[in-house]
């Protein structure tokens, strides 16, 4: 009898210890697909970070990204303004092919929605069994629409929804997912409950949450974007002490500076938060982490030869020269990129779509214009596809970037031919030597490129029609 019990004592624990190693293989199964962060600043210069030659404004947990992952050199925004390049971002298509090619905004809150035939990234990580966050600015559809966050793939959305919106760091209200959230804080005294702070505590939180599952985490707060409110905290007080330029001064556009750069210094305080956040929960290891910006600089030359956020590069936000479309792109993945690396492969945001469904091994959808850099992340050079050119377009001017040669094309109208400007990257990185009337071949083909890529889009045309008038006679 005492053998038997304990034979079946001695069965019991097998089974115990069988269940108890199945579900321990479960969960590593489980967690071995990598989390996918993808942080996104809004209006930030190329030159802005202290790893891409940024003197003034400190972004040390940035830096140290940079420093233990891959820094690309040729990266390009989805377009030169928000709401574009968030569309490329999301759907993987330039401008020539994407249902949003212009900030157009409705009469009530929010802007024109992409549809739901467009397929986002977000939804291909639901595919794979993600959970799904955005939280900050979204700007591609109006609450309840079809293009609204939840209705793209998100499970959970915190912020603003339209752009217009966005532009209040003290706002009375924010949106959680289609609902409204009022901020009882900032009517009863105004001021006192800084967006930026709801906005990246909801994303903490959001990781907490979902530490137990692989998640896609799409972290697009407003800042540094205009205007350039501020708590009146050390972070405002060091930068004016750091810049010799206090509050109470004349000039109120030369506080400007001080204020830009504690926006700029916050991004970087809630990305080492993210990190923190991730280590004490024992996730970076297993986390893709990916920092860029929406589009180039807002500060004009005039107003940036302190900060140099743009640096020396032609054009600002709103153009398609190199100072509208380049932004900075940096990687950090444990054990699969290597730390300190750089890259000068030629990308863009219609990337990061392709790039996802290859880590997480879901089809990617047809017709897109991206092309995975995941080699490149890797370390694998020789296994990256190139594109043959990359493409933008809106305000009726192009840009066109192929190999080291790009093209600015401008489109007065309709019946007249559009002017056209060419630049030796490579040799010309700053765009000052328009090389156009010295390369008529080159000229002609690039116009071809720009026809080819183009599908016309009654929403957003590229070419204002010239309209002529009757004849009375």
């Not at 959001?206 to 905290?233: E, G, M, V, W």
């Not at 600002?316 to 940096?330: A, D, F, H, M, N």
């Not at 694998?380 to 066109?400: A, F, T």
């Amino acid at each position: 009898m005492k053998v038997c019990n304990l034979v079946t004592v001695f069965a019991g624990l097998l089974i115990v210890l069988f269940c108890n190693n199945a579900k321990g293989q479960k969960t590593e199964k489980k967690n071995n697909k990598p989390n996918v962060i993808y942080i996104l600043a809004d209006d930030m210069g190329y030159f802005e970070l202290g790893c891409y030659g940024g003197k003034v404004i400190e972004t040390p947990n940035i830096d140290r990204l940079a420093k233990g992952g891959i820094k690309f050199s040729n990266h390009y925004s989805g377009s030169n303004i928000c709401a574009p390049s968030r569309g490329s971002l999301m759907t993987g298509k330039h401008t020539g092919h994407a249902w949003i090619r212009d900030n157009k905004p409705l009469p009530f809150e929010g802007n024109v929605p992409i549809p739901t035939s467009e397929v986002t990234v977000a939804e291909l990580f639901k595919e794979a069994g993600y959970k799904t966050g955005a939280f900050g600015k979204w700007g591609l559809g109006y609450p309840g629409s079809e293009g609204s966050p939840n209705k793209q793939g998100f499970d959970q959305f915190y912020g603003y929804n339209c752009q217009r919106h966005a532009h209040d760091y003290f706002t009375h209200y924010m949106r959680s997912n289609d609902d409204s959230v009022t901020i009882f804080q900032n009517i009863k005294t105004p001021f006192s409950v800084y967006s930026a702070n709801t906005i990246k505590d909801e994303a903490l939180n959001f990781i907490d949450k979902n530490k137990n599952n692989p998640f896609f985490l799409y972290f697009a707060p407003t800042l540094p974007h205009a205007p350039y409110h501020q708590s009146d905290d050390s972070v405002l007080a060091y930068y004016a002490k750091k810049t010799g330029i206090k509050a109470g001064v004349a000039n109120a556009e030369e506080f400007s500076v001080p204020k830009y750069a504690a926006l700029t210094s916050r991004l970087d305080t809630e990305v080492g938060e993210i990190i923190a956040t991730l280590k004490k929960l024992n996730l970076l290891d297993n986390t893709l982490i990916i920092f860029s910006s929406d589009n180039g600089t807002a500060l004009n030359p005039e107003e940036d030869n302190y900060l140099h956020t743009g640096g020396q590069l032609h054009g600002r936000k709103s153009e398609v020269y190199e100072g509208g479309i380049k932004t900075p792109l940096i990687a950090y993945w444990k054990d699969k990129i290597k730390p300190g690396s750089t890259s000068t492969h030629i990308s863009a945001f219609w990337d990061f779509l392709p790039t996802c469904a290859e880590i997480i091994n879901v089809k990617k959808p047809e017709k897109i214009d991206g092309i995975s850099f995941l080699p490149t992340l890797l370390g694998k050079p020789k296994d990256q596809v190139e594109h043959e050119y990359l493409y933008w377009e809106r305000d009726q001017s192009v840009g066109i970037r192929k190999g080291d040669m790009k093209a600015v094309i401008k489109y007065e109208s309709d019946v007249q031919p559009p002017s056209v400007q060419i630049y030796n990257l490579s040799k010309d990185p700053f765009e000052k030597n328009d090389l156009a009337s010295t390369m008529p071949q080159l000229k002609d083909d690039f116009i071809k490129m720009a026809k080819s890529a183009h599908i016309e889009s009654e929403l957003f045309p590229l070419i204002k029609k010239n309209k002529k008038t009757k004849s009375k006679g």
